[in-house]
């Protein structure tokens, strides 16, 4: 038989598991050990409903696993599985029993003479259902909070594949187990395992729940839900929707008022709220938050925070790469930044620096991103032999950060872009250049481009397209002038000499 969607319904799925036991015994061997007769175990084999009792007798009698027959979970055998998890499998088992017991009831009846017996009945099954369901949760919280400890060790070592593992195990137990407290650590675990994965959507997603479930009954914003605010304004950067994630900041920062100023939650906020002030170009407005909130930040946070900080020196003329190498922690997120900057720099010194640094044997993982490490590799191989035709099949970069990895994304090209022009193909870097240009207009409005794909798209303007050309091409290259006039004068130094030979040209 098969539900409504069409696929196998439970009694279906209950029958084939028992067709999985008739290759290890024969039907005889079966009904011996269960005290059933043959032709019963022949009718529920092909075709007749699998009654609850034979079920516990397939436990007793066999050894089956509980989980695995009823639900499809675990190994089929209980000497396979550990003995905590067979006690949680008979008591799912019984649980089930008591919730046919509720199903077999004839509601009608109720109006009845024999009303009272079967309410009794009813009220002793529910009874039962309660008692066993706290069962369940008795035995299964310990065990799903153990989990919950290993998957934010493996979450907070980066260990994305045990972490997998793991988040699908607490999955299932979560099912088992009534703790809310232990059911929001999850799903925070689940948003920081997707944040992690790139899986913006997802890592939204969870966001937006933890968010509704952290809003508190006696007053109107705490410091638990000025967190779970932030962490939604993180999902945003990660997908680009700077705007968005700017308005939620404001709105976050009246909620908490002067009070929440104090959290260590607001701290954080308003260090990501630099952040993409910085993204839509007001640098010294962003560095000036970073700074400020940076003594206050710790762990993992801290460290983000110092390379953020560091970015902003670099673009803001404050600081050359060789120096941001050399200070503080080396941690990718750090070699990322210098990577992008040494990028835009373009000239081989700097180049050098930077993979010098990325590719470092002792450097701490809290990024794992390295996409900009194969474009600074890309164009130092173009600046010591140009090749215009390696140039031209791409650099085939996977952003790591939601955004796709071909040609029509803005980065993707952008970056293609300028590897043709320093590997001199002028004529192959315009095209690409249009090209780059239809993607950025493409992007939903409330997308803001990468920083980086946006500087180098409006730079590789800037140089291609001839001052005086008419029409779309004349178009983007005022439209690039102007960009980079607005985002010098807002602390943007490192445009100054794209502005210079924009003036000259």
């Not at 673009?315 to 503080?328: H, S, T, Y």
């Not at 930044?337 to 640094?357: E, M, N, P």
């Not at 249009?434 to 980086?452: K, N």
Request: charged letters at 25%.
């Amino acid at each position: 038989m098969q539900n409504q969607e069409g696929l196998p319904d439970d009694d279906e799925l209950v029958r084939q598991r028992l067709h999985r036991l008739l290759e290890q015994h024969s039907q005889s061997d079966i009904a011996r050990k269960t005290g059933h007769l043959v032709a019963g175990v022949n009718r529920y084999v092909h075709g007749a409903r699998v009654p609850a009792a034979f079920c516990s007798a397939l436990v007793r009698g066999l050894g089956v696993n509980p989980s695995w027959l009823l639900v499809g979970e675990g190994a089929p055998f209980l000497s396979d599985v550990p003995a905590e998890t067979a006690r949680l499998g008979e008591n799912l088992l019984e649980l089930v029993e008591a919730m046919n017991a509720i199903a077999r009831m004839r509601l009608g009846s109720l109006t009845g003479k024999h009303h009272l017996k079967v309410l009794r009945e009813l009220n002793d099954a529910l009874m039962a259902h309660e008692r066993l369901r706290e069962k369940l949760n008795d035995q299964s919280r310990p065990l799903f909070r153990r989990i919950l400890d290993d998957l934010q060790s493996a979450l907070d070592k980066l260990d994305l594949e045990r972490a997998a593992d793991l988040r699908q195990a607490a999955l299932q137990l979560s099912r088992l187990c009534d703790d809310e407290e232990l059911a929001r650590n999850f799903m925070r675990m689940q948003a920081y395992h997707e944040f992690q994965l790139k899986n913006s959507e997802q890592f939204l997603h969870f966001q937006r729940k933890l968010f509704l479930a952290s809003l508190p009954d006696g007053t109107l914003f705490d410091e638990r839900a000025c967190d779970e605010a932030r962490r939604i304004v993180v999902a945003l950067v990660q997908m680009d929707r700077m705007h968005e994630a700017h308005r939620i900041c404001r709105a976050v920062r009246n909620l908490a008022g002067r009070k929440g100023q104090k959290w260590d939650a607001f701290a954080r906020l308003d260090n990501t709220h630099g952040v993409i002030l910085t993204e839509l170009g007001f640098l010294h407005k962003g560095l000036e938050k970073v700074q400020r909130t940076l003594p206050r930040l710790t762990g993992m946070h801290r460290r983000i925070s110092e390379a953020t900080q560091l970015r902003m020196m670099m673009w803001g003329g404050m600081l050359p790469v060789a120096d941001a190498a050399r200070i503080g922690e080396r941690t990718d997120a750090k070699a990322d930044h210098i990577l992008q900057f040494a990028c835009w720099l373009g000239d081989k010194a700097s180049l050098r620096v930077a993979l010098d640094y990325a590719n470092a044997p002792n450097i701490e993982p809290v990024w794992r991103s390295g996409y900009f490490r194969r474009l600074a590799t890309a164009l130092l191989e173009q600046l010591e032999r140009p090749d215009p035709k390696a140039a031209r099949e791409g650099v085939a970069l996977d952003t790591g950060a939601g955004r796709p990895a071909g040609g029509d994304s803005p980065l993707a090209s952008a970056c293609n872009t300028e590897v043709l022009v320093t590997s001199g193909d002028r004529a192959g870097a315009l095209r690409e250049l249009l090209r780059c240009e239809q993607a950025r207009q493409a992007l939903p409005r409330e997308v803001t481009p990468h920083i980086l794909a946006l500087s180098l798209h409006y730079r590789n303007a800037i140089r291609l397209i001839e001052p005086g050309t008419k029409g779309a091409q004349g178009r983007l290259r005022r439209r690039a002038q102007k960009h980079m006039q607005t985002w010098f004068k807002r602390g943007w130094v490192a445009y100054g000499p794209v502005l210079q030979q924009a003036e000259a040209g």
